[in-house]
């Protein structure tokens, strides 16, 4: 355990989870998604463009200048996938792909398809704008866990190479070699933590610390947004020249949501000139509330999290901590999804949360789940755990669909049958994003420290954790749990007896008069007064808390958990003006929604909840949905928010009308 962290997390080789929930999902994952972008990402050329640099074959680069990185994803999801399971297929094929990539790379560590091919002469040009730090950030987390897999030097050496490469070049630079997208800070860390060499730790903290010292950030936003066009015509004719014809200049933004008025264009131009898009305004320990591009926020604040956890700079934390409660109370969605300007997929102003037009990237989401990981094994507070499973079941699992092999790229929480899932993206971040996210489920369960068990999520699951230092005593840990749709929750624990240590449990904000009995014996007075915060959104995240169990543990021990869930009528803050006298649904960790598919005679807009009537509860699809009465005494069906979107294109609404009283 870094010397920063109330806890550390356990190795997901060290937890099989069984869940009547989650492991379907992550069958989905590692069936059915994993090979599905895989052929993708062989469809699209990503993966030939590899094998043009390697001269394998005679054809010409596709896709946009980033879509390395969708590869190095899936192949970090892939071998994640295999640390927990044995698949001689998924095997073959990422060993493949990681042996390409050393037939790829120069010798010296460099790899980019994008200039290998258009540019071989040049490297490091536009930091801000084209992606090469951020690609090889994502090729060194994928070299990390392909060598725990295969204890292979040359797939470590993958990562190690590339980051070496970065120490020489970058140890020293401005703060315009900062990346514009970051991750590379994130990958530096890991691979510091896992070899050990300063020098890589060092490299990250350095682009986090110098980030937003530029002195005239918009002349060199211009001047490389000159430059960069400039590259893409110049990549265009080489294309031309290639295939004899002529090709589309096609956008970067013709991909992007175009909403908004030319009000809306401005505010973009504005704050990419300003620095403010890339979090390049202001140094990190001034940055007191998200702005810009929510995945680079993500990215970042997770890579600063993490920078705290080895230096103990308190200052860092507490700009982070602001951050957060800032995100939570005023820029995020009921689902816990963040973004609510499509064009500049971006943070909006303080309760700009309109619904039809939310950009709730899946991205942005999994990047929020990675600060908040981060956050709460920095600090032990559970409000961090209970954002973190409130995301992954609304705002991350709704990116997949239920067969694994099409995707959500934004989630608005309003759609009038102009919006459905694709099976890929030209910018296909989100799938392979997805599959490491679910690949590394089990992380999020439990952390540990020499006295404490902490049980973060409740997933059926088992795990083994040393209670000393020396590995005499082993605490052996299995749950079962009922989430998302029953309330009860059973933990057994296995120790030597007279074991010493203290066991932390969530109690989540959305049940009430929660129950826990150990060893038979019910206790009292586990009601914490927690701090009470009126967020945009309508959620209690604050109102979440641990209590803490010690026992004279046996050497068996058994912990019964009971949450009761009600049908939770959410109301969003007042100066959200886009809810007004609307409301949302949720029980247990779960948002629901209103689908047409499900609602056929339903006209949304002039039709009315009537909250006096209590909702019933039925099973249907192997899920639990609500039936609710409208003023018009007519059913009206709500499924869960992750749900929707699986049959074609639908409308749907997460917020609808409350009847007057």
């Known amino acids: 355990m870094n010397s920063y962290q109330v806890s550390s997390e356990i190795p997901i080789t060290q937890i099989s989870v069984d869940d009547e929930f989650w492991s379907e999902r992550m069958k989905i994952n590692s069936e059915s998604a994993i090979f599905h972008q895989w052929e993708k990402l062989e469809e699209s050329g990503t993966i030939d463009n590899f094998r043009i640099v390697s001269r394998e074959i005679d054809k010409f680069r596709e896709g946009y200048f980033y879509v390395d990185s969708d590869a190095h994803k899936w192949a970090e999801a892939a071998a994640t996938i295999l640390q927990s399971q044995e698949n001689k297929k998924l095997h073959a094929i990422l060993t493949k792909y990681l042996d390409l990539l050393i037939s790829a790379q120069k010798q010296d560590g460099y790899i980019f398809t994008y200039n290998q091919i258009h540019f071989p002469k040049e490297r490091w040009i536009n930091h801000q704008i084209e992606h090469e730090l951020y690609i090889l950030g994502h090729l060194i987390e994928a070299s990390i866990i392909a060598y725990k897999i295969t204890k292979s030097e040359s797939y470590l050496k993958l990562g190690t190479k590339a980051a070496d490469l970065l120490v020489k070049e970058f140890c020293n630079t401005s703060p315009e070699f900062t990346p514009g997208h970051p991750e590379i800070e994130i990958a530096l860390i890991k691979l510091y933590r896992f070899t050990k060499e300063e020098k890589y730790l060092a490299l990250a903290k350095r682009f986090v610390n110098v980030r937003g010292k530029f002195l005239f950030f918009g002349y060199q936003i211009l001047k490389e947004n000159l430059s960069h066009h400039k590259r893409t015509e110049e990549a265009n004719m080489q294309k031309e020249t290639y295939y004899g014809t002529s090709v589309t200049n096609e956008s970067l933004m013709s991909e992007w949501p175009q909403f908004g008025s030319k009000r809306q264009l401005l505010r973009f131009y504005l704050s990419a000139f300003t620095g403010r898009y890339l979090q390049q305004n202001k140094p990190i320990r001034r940055q007191k509330k998200p702005i810009g591009h929510c995945v680079r926020w993500g990215y970042l604040v997770t890579a600063a999290t993490m920078i705290y956890q080895e230096t103990g700079d308190k200052k860092l934390l507490r700009s982070l901590q602001k951050a957060w409660n800032n995100m939570v109370q005023k820029k995020m969605y009921v689902t816990g999804g963040i973004g609510s300007l499509p064009l500049s997929e971006g943070f909006g102003r303080d309760y700009e949360l309109n619904n039809k037009f939310a950009y709730n990237e899946t991205c942005a989401a999994i990047s929020t789940v990675f600060w908040n990981w981060e956050m709460l094994l920095s600090t032990g507070d559970a409000k961090y755990?209970?954002?973190?499973?409130?995301?992954?079941?609304?705002?991350?699992?709704?990116?997949?669909?239920?067969?694994?092999?099409?995707?959500?790229?934004?989630?608005?929480?309003?759609?009038?049958?102009?919006?459905?899932?694709?099976?890929?993206?030209?910018?296909?971040?989100?799938?392979?994003?997805?599959?490491?996210?679910?690949?590394?489920?089990?992380?999020?369960?439990?952390?540990?420290?020499?006295?404490?068990?902490?049980?973060?999520?409740?997933?059926?699951?088992?795990?083994?954790?040393?209670?000393?230092?020396?590995?005499?005593?082993?605490?052996?840990?299995?749950?079962?749990?009922?989430?998302?749709?029953?309330?009860?929750?059973?933990?057994?624990?296995?120790?030597?007896?007279?074991?010493?240590?203290?066991?932390?449990?969530?109690?989540?904000s959305w049940t009430s008069d929660p129950e826990i009995i150990v060893n038979g014996r019910k206790l009292e007075n586990i009601i914490l007064d927690t701090e009470s915060v009126n967020t945009a959104s309508g959620l209690s995240t604050f109102d979440s808390y641990y209590v803490c169990l010690k026992e004279k543990w046996k050497e068996r021990n058994v912990i019964e958990v009971n949450f009761p869930m009600e049908v939770k009528i959410l109301k969003s803050h007042r100066k959200v003006r886009s809810n007004k006298n609307k409301v949302a649904l949720s029980r247990g960790p779960?948002?629901?929604?209103?689908?047409?598919?499900?609602?056929?005679?339903?006209?949304?807009?002039?039709?009315?909840?009537?909250?006096?009537?209590?909702?019933?509860?039925?099973?249907?699809?192997?899920?639990?949905?609500?039936?609710?009465?409208?003023?018009?005494?007519?059913?009206?069906?709500?499924?869960?928010?992750?749900?929707?979107?699986?049959?074609?294109?639908?409308?749907?609404?997460?917020?609808?009308?409350?009847?007057?009283?």
């Open 385 to 508: 755990s209970e954002l973190l499973e409130w995301q992954l079941y609304n705002a991350v699992l709704v990116g997949m669909s239920s067969d694994g092999k099409s995707y959500f790229y934004r989630n608005p929480l309003d759609v009038e049958k102009t919006f459905e899932r694709k099976d890929w993206y030209k910018t296909a971040c989100c799938p392979s994003n997805i599959s490491r996210t679910l690949a590394n489920l089990a992380k999020y369960i439990y952390s540990f420290d020499e006295k404490n068990l902490w049980i973060h999520q409740f997933i059926g699951s088992k795990t083994q954790i040393p209670l000393n230092e020396n590995k005499e005593s082993v605490l052996e840990i299995g749950m079962e749990s009922e989430l998302p749709w029953g309330n009860k929750i059973k933990i057994n624990l296995a120790c030597k007896e007279k074991s010493d240590f203290y066991v932390n449990i969530r109690i989540p």
């Open 590 to 661: 779960l948002v629901y929604c209103f689908e047409d598919k499900d609602n056929l005679d339903i006209d949304f807009k002039n039709e009315n909840i009537d909250l006096k009537v209590s909702p019933v509860l039925f099973e249907d699809e192997g899920m639990k949905k609500l039936k609710l009465t409208t003023d018009r005494n007519r059913e009206m069906v709500a499924r869960p928010y992750y749900s929707w979107g699986n049959k074609g294109k639908s409308s749907m609404k997460v917020w609808i009308q409350e009847l007057e009283s």
